[in-house]
């Protein structure tokens, strides 16, 4: 599976972005399309997923309310919408693929895209 993620880019505080992760591949498996971010100087952090027959999502709580994950099967693509941005949102976000079970746990990914950056500023 490739992963290219997009969307990325320089928001004030309050605004939106709309991130998306295109596969190729091996899609057409039972599989989970996740979305983490990586602050400078912190760990790698789950934040949100979807199964590919997009019945189930899921959110850390940092997020829940203000992100929503959806997929367009026929464009094989999941996107991320980014809503009331705040400057803790700033961070290097990645979309990453694994087969059959859901996890939060970067370490159960296979696939990894090459990861877009979103500054939020105060």
């Known amino acids: 599976v490739q992963l290219q993620a997009s969307g990325g880019g320089l928001v004030q505080a309050g605004g939106s972005l709309r991130l998306s992760c295109a596969a190729s591949g091996r899609t057409s498996s039972n599989g989970v399309t996740a979305w983490f971010r990586q602050a400078p100087g912190k760990e790698r952090e789950f934040v949100s997923a979807?199964?590919?027959?997009?019945?189930?999502?899921y959110y850390a709580g940092s997020v829940k309310g203000r992100f929503t994950i959806s997929r367009n099967n026929a464009k094989n693509t999941v996107y991320l919408q980014m809503n009331s941005l705040k400057p803790e949102d700033t961070a290097v976000y990645y979309c990453?693929?694994?087969?059959?079970?859901?996890?939060?746990?970067?370490?159960?990914?296979?696939?990894w895209g090459q990861g877009t950056q979103v500054t939020v500023s105060s």
């Open positions: 990453a693929v694994r087969f059959l079970i859901y996890s939060r746990s970067v370490n159960d990914y296979n696939y």
């Open positions: 979807i199964r590919w027959n997009g019945e189930s999502t």
